[in-house]
């Protein structure tokens, strides 16, 4: 049993790495001290708050763990050892995650002496009625499938009259399963819905260069929530250290809300993000909607089965505002019928959905109901749009509506990333979205439709605008970068549902 | 000054092993009265117990051991609780030649096997809860301090196979001491082939042959007041130096992890309490918890150069003779067998280390006897830590 003030505690320096340094001497610590031991008296009121969340450490020793202790045996075998920052200044013990090191010869010191980046995962395994504890002393290597990525504040240089993505970012796992032409992605075991939304956080804020603490408002669109009750989004507000900080209390001045709609809890809250920054009231700068999903489905042989076929497991985020916009919000357009095409209800595993009428009266009626209405509100024509991208929860539904409205394959190609992810549930549409912002020109029009069952679509007409080629440079874990990565690991189905089942 | 220096004038313990139809109870009752049988003092003649255990309160839910221990001698005197039983003869000491206490009984126990599913996580507590969650284990920190050694002194191809081996040699030189030993969890010989290929089927660098075992046990002591101890032996054997020092919880931040500061500190401050040099120490009883803690110890009490025990001991295991020979002289290590084969239950470990020494300096030793120039050796020295060199305690006892 875990208890909840030392979850608090714990998650609290942890989740970040936070630390502090003496400003006098320059000595730091890992973990908060309100002085320096070198220093002494003289360094009350001189220590500055530290955290090594985005920095790159060195992993000076480790060793094999073969035998965890009983909370770790889930993990299988994995590498451990001591990890410095900052030259040696600051050393911290740490895991090595994304490693399947059964059967596999592996010589572990070769880790030696590498870079290595903080990783955002569960801590081990607990009960089901238990808190998730998580911990970023899990490091992968920094030259391996996550690059090491700075993340540099920048003064915003131009203010719009009209709100939109200011930055995006994607977080995709490194494993994936491979059946037939579809890969998708998998977890890996000490990863899940919350670590996908803030590690994907942490993509769309170094991307977009905005001050975390400018941020007044996150939204979080999960199926997946490991709790059912206790919000995602404040792990990745405090985490992410959004909004200001009151430092004394340990809380962030933010707003902060779980949505779920099935696989729309994200994009539908975009126009709400998108307004909330554009209310001179409202004091918030930016705002953050994230959708993440470990994508749930059945084991194949059992009912509901048929969705283990194409889940996958990813989060998207997207930061609004006013300034340096990459893409402006034109318009959109959202409709609901209570459609009970897939539902999962209260304490079951697994969602079920009814069959072949999630296509027809479920699916394709409300995406091509929204897309048209949206077009036909702002006098769109085909040819005025240059990227399409729909729900993708396979690859015939979204490639018939695109067809049935009327797209041509080079419009909603770039977005179909069904075929490399799998269905990210809640991040699906986003995905595809963001896909077509890494490779998009200034002045392009992208026409986004999600689809949630239950059901209801939401359309947006986005216009990129000239800074979307200026703020590519920040970001290197693009969508390419995630699918084209020699870094990827394969796994069988049985290790597939290992993993995806978890700690 | 001439320092009170108190003196054991008895020693007891159980074997070490599995003792699954025992209680703590029946094994500190066994320890204890074998103590004051072999002092030939009575229960009532005690002015106060240190008692030393990690875990009863988890394995055996005994949250006052003080009070269990009341229970069990029918006494009301002063008792207290430690971890080792290093700390508890430390602090009994203290209470001996501040002249408050004439006889104390200094005891330890611990239950390992009773929580056998959970033993290594509850070792964890031994490390920081940072380590913990970052993945440690009880074994992990032994394996970074020898890659700290290893790249610290550049110690690779042939010279690597050497040094593996002498770790090795640590293991089989511990295993055989045992067999003399009737108290030893482990009387049997083992090879170096043995420890080497359990490495390499672990695919580490250190392996089960290693570490030391999950123990049950007790062990116990009589300490007395120089004055007592004249009337209840002709042959005390002294308590002439003891001491610890204590380096930080968590190993990543210490300065050096390449040994124990605390080790280092705590055995200069007991050679200064005992006014001898490091060279007259003939018999020692190290915290051999891995082989490597064994071969670290050696250079971090100060008997081998920085970064030549595993040399020392390689070169003395060639041809073993039953003790190592560091700059020519002689020094015999962990007689008993080690915590490696006489077993490791933590609150007693450090009882069997003392009972070791003390036997020896006394010529009680029996097959396992050494001699220097014919005599029972004439200082030996115990060491123990409280978990990874997080403190270290030495003790230095001497005869006249």
Known sequence: MSSEPIERRVSYIGDRLRGSQCTLCGKEYFRGKDYCGKCGRKSFGKMKDIDFFYEKGKLEVCTLISEPTNKFVKMGPYVYGIVSFHNG???????????????????????????????????????????????????????????????????????????????????????????????????????????????????????????????????????????AVKPIASKVAQVLKLGGEEKTDGVQSVDAIDTEFACKAATSMFKDAASLVYYPRAHTPYTMTVGADNSQAAPRDELGGELDLFVGYGGSAFIFGMHDVIAELEGWYSCTSDTPDFWRRDREPYPRHGGRFTGEPAYFKHVLMACRKLMEQLNLQISDVDYFVSHQPNIGFPVRVAQELGFKEDQYMPGLQVAKFGNTYSGSSPIGLAAILDRAKPNERIIIVSYGSGAGSDAYSLLTTSQIKEKRRRQKFTIRHQIENKHLEYVDYPTYRRLKHGL | MKRRRPAIIGVGRTKFGEHYESGPEKLVEEAGLRALDSAGVGRKDLDACYFSDYFLQITNKIGIEEGFLSELLELHVPMEKMRSLSSALLNACHGVQSGKYGIVLVGGVEKMTDRWDKIRDDLMLL???????????????????????????????????????????????????AIENEYAQYQRDISV????????????????????????????????????????????????????????????????????????????????????????????????????????????????????????????????????????????????????????????????????????????????????????????????????????????????
């Open chain 1, 89 to 227: 200044k600051v050393r911290v013990p740490g895991r090595l995650t994304d490693f399947i090191l059964e059967d596999k010869e592996l010589d572990f010191h070769s880790f030696e002496d590498r870079e290595v980046v903080p990783r955002f995962r569960r801590r081990y395994a607990v009960t089901r009625s238990d808190i998730v504890p998580t911990i970023s002393l899990a490091f992968t290597v920094a030259d391996d499938y996550y690059p090491h990525q700075e993340y540099e504040i920048s003064k915003p240089k131009k203010e719009y009259e009209t709100p939109g993505i200011v930055g995006y970012g994607v977080y995709v796992s490194k494993f994936r399963i491979k059946e037939g032409m579809r890969e998708r992605s998998v977890p890996f075991i000490d990863e899940d819905a919350v670590t996908a939304a803030v590690e994907a956080g942490k993509m769309a804020l170094i991307h977009s260069g905005v001050d975390h603490s400018l941020i007044g408002k996150v939204y979080v669109g999960s199926e997946s929530n490991p709790y």
């Open chain 2, 127 to 177: 490390e920081d809860p940072w380590s913990y969650y970052a993945g440690c284990t009880p074994e992990a920190n032994h394996e970074l301090l020898l890659r700290g050694y290893v790249k610290k002194y550049g110690i690779s191809g042939e010279q690597l196979e050497k040094f593996n081996v002498a770790l090795a040699q640590i293991s089989v030189k511990n295993h055989h001491h």
């Open chain 2, 193 to 400: 082939d043995k420890v080497l290929k359990e490495r390499s089927k672990a695919c580490k660098s250190l392996g089960l042959y290693d570490f030391a075992p999950i123990s049950d046990g007790a062990s116990a002591l009589i300490l007395a007041s120089p004055e007592i101890a004249k009337s209840y032996s002709d042959t005390p054997i002294q308590v002439l130096g003891s001491s610890s020092a204590t380096d930080y919880v968590t190993f990543p931040s210490r300065e050096d992890r390449t040994g124990f500061v605390a080790s280092a500190m705590a055995m200069r401050s007991a050679l200064k309490m005992a006014d001898i040099e490091v060279g007259d120490i003939q018999i020692a009883e190290l915290y051999d918890q891995s082989t490597l803690l064994e071969m670290i110890s050696l250079e971090d009490l100060g008997f081998s150069k920085r970064g030549k025990a595993w040399l020392d001991i390689y070169n003395s295991c060639k041809e073993y003779q039953g003790f190592y020979e560091i700059d020519g002289k002689k020094l015999f290590v962990n007689r008993n067998g080690g915590l490696k084969a006489d077993g490791n239950p933590l609150g007693a470990t450090g009882g069997a280390q003392i009972f070791e020494v003390a036997k020896q300096l006394k010529g009680e030793a029996g097959n396992r006897q050494v001699e220097v120039n014919g005599d029972p050796p004439r200082f030996g020295c115990v060491s123990e830590f409280e978990g990874f060199g997080t403190k270290a305690y030495i003790h230095i006892l001497g005869r006249d």
